[in-house]
């Protein structure tokens, strides 16, 4: 049984946005700047994951740090747009539509309920 949670896209384009600028003010420039020095530097593929690469560009010197999030957003919404293309082609889904401030616990309640009723 395949369960998938979906959201309004301004929910969570909203939800994407707030995810972005928490992850700045938790240290992600200093995490990234940390990586950087350390004798085995980041791998090819992690200097282009999202978040570090922007961040990157911007320790470079190529884009201020409000550039670098406001760039860190949309290919986060890019990704998310990606995802729900690629769950499309899922033919047995069962979705359960989230609300904007839906309890994680009630969530997980009504999944318990379908995977119940899908035996």
């Known amino acids: 049984t395949i369960i998938g949670l979906r959201r309004e896209n301004a929910e969570e384009n909203k939800r994407i946005n707030a995810r972005a600028r928490r992850m700045i003010d938790a240290g992600l420039v200093d995490e ?29 010197g190529r884009m201020s740090l409000e550039e670098a999030v406001e760039l860190i957003k949309k290919n986060t919404r890019r990704l998310a747009k990606g995802q729900r293309t690629w769950f499309k082609t899922f033919k047995n889904v069962n979705w359960l539509d989230v609300e904007a401030e839906e309890p994680a616990e009630k969530i997980l309640d009504r999944a318990k309920t379908l995977l119940k009723d899908a035996r």
């Open 32 to 60: 990234v700047k940390a990586l950087l020095a350390e004798d085995r530097p980041l791998s090819k593929q992690a200097r282009c994951a999202i978040g570090y690469a922007e961040i990157i560009e911007h320790l470079a």
